[in-house]
């Protein structure tokens, strides 16, 4: 039994007549019948006796029904199912990020997404670089965002745009009564930044020797806001992107970097990889919310 026999096999068992199963299925009753009559001559028995108009199942039509109706009901979610991935409506949705962008960028791309696709599975994962490429690989997430541009040839990489560095600091460091930190400044403090052979430490150690000064953290960080407690519990002064909401975090004064390098921010996939329908258009609305922030 092909699949539209089956519908209509399942229509006129549920109306009981012609008119009715048509109505069901929006279509004419003459084309109804002969669907049946097909039907019928394909499986070699009679699945109704005609009586007035109305259709009288026979025993093996009666056998049949609980099993039809069954692979009806399949059939019907696997339409459903077909329609919401063209619609966007179902599916899931794998980013990661590492944290500046996480806290930045994601919390409006999510709930953006999500008003226009409530059906879709989000799942968000906060990894250092190194790690979402691993993920990239092993295919635990279908893009990610990082600040870098430097990745392995296994990994393209789209620029989303640019952002600097600042400085935190606590209300009681006199650092604080000044509009902007130079890396001057920064020679008398205990300085929280990242570690050497990292991206953004290169970038900042390039830019302090053009103001003819040394850049060197007594207090190494691999992740950005872990620097937050320890600018809290009074260690010293962190250098950090300026990506990352910095400004929502107790206790903690904010302030520019003069002479401040860039640091990218890139949307990355593994290459060769073919997105998802809900894929690509959350790696869409990606795009949107960076070129509104950045």
């Given amino acids: 039994m092909r699949a539209r026999q089956l519908e209509v096999f399942t229509a006129v068992m549920r109306a009981g007549t012609v008119t009715e199963a048509a109505r069901m299925l929006h279509i004419s009753q003459p084309a109804l019948s002969q669907i049946l009559l097909h039907c019928e ?76 696709h409530p059906d879709i599975l989000l799942r968000s994962n906060v990894a250092p670089i190194a790690a ?37 600091m606590r209300r009681d460091n006199p650092l604080a009564e000044k509009d902007q930190i130079t890396f001057a400044d920064l020679e008398a403090e205990m300085v929280i930044s990242y570690r050497g052979a990292t991206r953004p430490y290169d970038e900042l150690d390039q830019a302090a020797r053009r103001a003819q000064v040394r850049f060197l953290p007594e207090l190494e960080i691999d992740v950005s806001i872990t620097a937050v407690g320890f600018v809290q519990a009074g260690l010293g002064v962190a250098v950090v992107d300026a990506l990352l909401p910095w400004g929502q975090f107790e206790g903690i004064m904010v302030r520019p970097l003069a002479g401040s390098p860039s640091l990218p921010l890139s949307l990355l996939t593994l290459r060769g990889t073919v997105l998802s329908r809900a894929e690509d258009m959350l790696r869409a609305q990606i795009r949107s919310v960076c070129r509104e922030i950045l």
């Fill in 41 to 116: 001559d394909e499986l070699g028995f009679r699945l109704f006796d005609r009586e007035k108009g109305r259709l009288r199942p026979t025993p093996e039509a009666i056998e049949l029904y609980p099993e039809a109706e069954r692979l009806f009901a399949g059939l019907e979610g696997l339409r459903r199912k077909t329609q919401d991935l063209r619609l966007g409506r179902a599916g899931l949705v794998r980013v990661g990020a590492s944290a500046p962008p996480a806290m930045a960028i994601l919390p409006t791309v999510m709930a953006r997404f999500r008003t226009h």
């Fill in 132 to 168: 979402l490429v691993a993920m990239l690989r092993a295919g635990d997430t279908a893009f990610a965002l990082a600040l870098d541009d430097h990745l392995p040839p296994d990994i393209d990489v789209e620029p989303m745009g640019t952002t600097g560095f600042c400085c935190l």
